[in-house]
């Protein structure tokens, strides 16, 4: 097959000599950060119990190093934008994790669970061609343009997991949260993430607000909910030129760069720190280590730009 070149004016793969260094350095940091994430995730692969309690927070706290990973592969490439989707989803975990440990941890952690399967279970019903979600979602798959037509299960199979799965979430310990969840479908409910089963809060945002991030929220969240969603299609890719038009930026722009390392790192800290104090505080000297050697980059890169972009 033929290669194909970018426009060289749509994207350049390569990065400014003048900033290569502070790129670099943004990545750096963000790797070292990535990798005492690791090391605190591995400390905490035998907990003291081996209960499903420990579920929920682990993943959420792998998802979170995974996501940090990503934002420092994309800051190696000094590109920021796509990064700010990641920030979003790390915020996202950083409330769970901070409204899953404020308190009653282990019915948290298990109503998290319960959600989990939950929505499993409401998968597998979509993929099952013998109900009438199934029937709809295949018929709904038939009338999409361009998209492959889906393969539907073997209905035996799929209800048998189906079964297996309500059978779990009818076990004692879910008594109670089974009991919500019937309420809430009683009262046609139809937000239900986990943290609403003993709480009001039907999203990020009064999650938020609950755990005094309201701040936080308006500025990372909300702030880039257009990027995400693809409503937001100019904000920061658009700059006024000499002929009073304007230009439309390349792809790969290091424009916001710092900006996302430094949130990234304020990220990295609330969430270490976090999971630190609750789950592996044999890592609480190795945390802030890494806490006063990054204090002096810390506040560098939360000071004036130290990119660019013209």
């Known amino acids: 097959m033929q290669m194909i ?34 090391n605190i995730f591995a400390s905490d692969m035998h907990p003291a119990s081996n209960g499903e309690e420990n579920i929920a927070p682990t993943m959420l706290f792998r998802h979170f190093v995974d996501l940090l990973d990503s934002i420092s592969i994309l800051t190696r490439a000094a590109t920021a934008d796509p990064s700010k989707v990641l920030l979003r989803a790390a915020f996202e975990v950083l409330l ?69 799965k309500w059978a779990v979430l009818q076990q004692p310990r879910y008594t109670d949260i089974f009991s919500t969840y019937v309420e809430f479908k009683k009262n046609k409910v139809r937000k239900t993430p986990w943290y609403r089963y003993d709480s009001q809060h039907s999203s990020i945002e009064q999650l938020a607000k609950h755990l005094n991030r309201s701040g936080m929220y308006e500025l990372y969240y909300r702030k880039w909910s257009g990027s995400t969603h693809g409503t937001d299609v100019y904000l920061g890719k658009v700059s006024n030129n000499i002929c009073e038009g304007v230009d439309i930026i390349g792809l790969r722009s290091p ?9 990234a790192l304020t990220f990295s800290l609330l969430v270490f720190e976090l999971y630190v104090k609750n789950r592996v505080p044999s890592q609480d000297s190795s945390f802030n280590n890494w806490r006063a050697a990054i204090a002096s980059h810390y506040k560098v890169i939360s000071g004036p730009p130290l990119i660019i972009v013209k």
């Open 5 to 38: 070149s970018p426009h060289p004016q749509v994207l350049d793969r390569t990065i400014e000599p003048s900033i290569r260094q502070t790129v670099s350095q943004f990545a750096d940091l963000l790797d070292e950060t990535v990798n005492l994430g690791t």
């Open 96 to 164: 769970n994790l901070e409204y899953l440990f404020e308190k009653d941890t282990h019915k948290r952690a298990v109503t998290y669970l319960f959600c989990d399967i939950l929505n499993q279970i409401k998968v597998l019903e979509k993929l099952d061609p013998s109900t009438d979600t199934g029937k709809a979602f295949k018929a709904l798959f038939a009338t999409t343009k361009n998209v492959a037509q889906t393969r539907s299960g073997n209905s035996k199979n799929i209800r048998d997991q189906i079964n297996r």
């Open 255 to 263: 424009k916001d760069l710092q900006e996302v390392t430094q949130i």
